[in-house]
């Protein structure tokens, strides 16, 4: 489930900075279904209980919040539609509080937020045959409401709750100054296509997913530019399958001014305008 849909990229871990490691790290485990890898006080690793596969990492901060551009949501992937009636009944039984649900066409999701007010969205995919594919290629997503009660009586055989080996990060949505500027500049670098793009925000994805990274301008033009350590986003990570289009990519990155923060032969850390800041990796499989 690495590099469905033809594509060239996966999303990786996503690293978040937080005030509170350790109940962040409890909220994840208890509700969310991850399983704690590793875990201090100032650092917490996030993943599957299955593969140890890191996820989430969570990074402690003593920096104040700040409204400035970047996360709106990670986005987990789980590979059922069982898995996610089984998501949602936990969080209903456990009392989370849900900030929505939609049926978006290609997707059913649930959305909350973490303690700290991250964006988190659990979803499964719908059958290709059921999304809206237009001759260009783009994927024309909806927002309508959530068969809530089909996807809680999918789930009735599942006695337990966890997220399994199958489940990835599936996309990541950003919040930025300008959804369009972003959006173009990221297709070029990573070599994306346009799925579907409106005024506000932009879908992308590489082959023929229907989104792998997302941008929105719904907060406004004028946040602050965001800051390394500060609480929310410190950075997420896109993974290559081919060395041939992840050595690309870092060509097109400078080609755009998107700063190298930090390089390697397997991977690169890079900053857009908005301050946020993206790990460019090479999976390891590729090397041997």
Known sequence: MRYPYQSEISLGEVTLNVHDVVSQAAFYSKY??????????????????????????????????????????????????????????????????????????????????????????????????????????????????????????????????????????????????DAMASSKRYQKIFNLGDKMTIPSASWIASGNYHHHLAFNQWAGPNLAKREKYRPGLNYFTVAFNNPIPFKASLKKAMLHSMPILEQSDTYYFIEDGDGLRIKVILENDCLN
Request: hydrophobic content about 40%; charged content about 25%; proline content about 3%.
């Open 32 to 177: 969310i279904g991850f399983s704690i890898l590793s875990q201090t006080d100032s650092e917490a690793e996030l993943g599957l209980k299955e593969s140890k596969q890191v996820l989430i990492r969570l990074l402690k901060t003593d920096l104040p919040a700040e409204k400035n551009y970047g996360l709106f949501h990670i986005a987990i992937l789980v590979p059922s539609r069982p898995a996610l009636g089984a998501a949602l009944k936990h969080l209903l039984l456990s009392g989370v509080n849900l900030t929505g649900g939609a049926d978006h066409g290609y997707s059913e999701a649930i959305y909350l937020d973490d303690p700290e007010g991250n964006g988190i969205e659990i979803y499964c995919d719908k059958p290709v045959e059921e999304w809206d594919i237009r001759k260009d290629d783009r994927i024309i997503g909806v927002t309508e409401e959530l068969d809530a009660n089909g996807l809680l009586a999918s789930s009735q055989n599942l006695n337990t709750y966890y997220l399994n080996k199958e489940t990835v990060i599936g996309h990541v949505h950003l919040s930025v100054r």
